[in-house]
């Protein structure tokens, strides 16, 4: 987004990000990928910079900021490593999560999820079924004054190393779509295990992985919103949570467009710098064209969420536009690149591989597809 369409509070949270970005980030982006191990103290560090809780309110220990800061700081982690923008989404999406759904008790689980004391994660996916989310089989049985919550979540972000999940689970099977809820689990509740860490192409570093829930007993009082009301409140969520994922894939692209632009000026083939072959150009010139043009859905989106407006279509052609054209715009960073760009010694290689991610995580895009038409079927 242009400097001057910015809020003072925008830039100088971008400068903040990009500061913190290119000292703290940069330099282990690379052996983020390579370990695959979760940087807990960067993790902290965001935290700890306020960062979490950017859209919290004050009297939550918050900032109060408008989601496209919040996207801001997305874009500028994904244009040095995608994989602490992902850590950035899953804290600020459960922090906002827990303030905005949470009761009274609930409540104050925000903060303690944007001071990075805990790392919370929502688990909606099993292994047979992702898309389809009222296919779920999890189950969550009353008791009294307790659930016994039997199942097994898949890719669970941060799984390996989260404090606190929260579980979308089916509490009466004869009311469909009616009969699911969310339950907050806490990690060391007796029948609550991990399973094997998922070996990703990309997005490496967030220690994503399965859980297994056998007869977990969780009071009543971990229960989030009414009975029967947890797939409504998931698949609202997901609208916020794919701003974040269209920001991560804007940053990606702009941090894959500089690395080119820049190996394009200095590499020299038939006597000139590779920038000036046109083919090269206009490879670059739609890059740069097709981040103008993701900032412009997720500015739309992100002021529609502030004004409490329906943002669904929005959001959907933001993630869908944006992942999209990170995928198609990093490939031609590669080839910019040429063989260079197909090694580990460039991170256009790295890019390309957490690119992929974009176009299937939070909804894959033939299901942004599908939100898209029907929202645009029903407007007439
Ligand atoms: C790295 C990673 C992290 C993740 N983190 C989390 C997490 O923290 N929490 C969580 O709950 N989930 C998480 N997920 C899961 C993710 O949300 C799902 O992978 C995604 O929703 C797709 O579901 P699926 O993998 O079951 O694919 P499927 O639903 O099996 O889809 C397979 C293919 O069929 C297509 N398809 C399915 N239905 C339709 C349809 N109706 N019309 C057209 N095409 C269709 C899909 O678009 C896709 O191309 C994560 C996944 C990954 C890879």
Redesign the pocket.
Known sequence: MHDSFLTDEQRMIRQAVREFAEKDVRPRAAEIDETDEFPRDLYQKMADLGWFGLLLPPEAGGSGADTYSASLVHQELGRVSAALANMYA?AIEQADFFWALGNEAQRPLARRVASGELIS?????ESH????VAAITTTAVRGGDHYVINGA?????LGKVIDLLVILAVTDRTKGKRGMSLFIIERGTPGFSFGRK?R?MG?RGLA?GEVFLENVRVPVANRVGPEGEGLRVALNGFNFARICMASMATGLTQGAYEEALRYARQRKAFGQAIYDFQAVQFMLADMWVDIQAAQGLLWQASKLRDAGRPYLAEAAAAKLFASDMAVRNISNAVQIHGGAGYTKDYPVERMYRDAK?TQ????????QR?IIARQIASAG
């Not at 079924?129 to 389809?132: E, P, V």
């Not at 979540?153 to 972000?157: E, L, R």
């Not at 299937?360 to 299901?367: K, L, V």
């Open positions: 899953v994660c929502l688990a909606v996916t079924t992702g898309s389809d979540k898949a890719f669970v972000t998922e990703l997005i994503t991610l299937i995580y939070e909804g894959t895009n033939q299901i599908l």
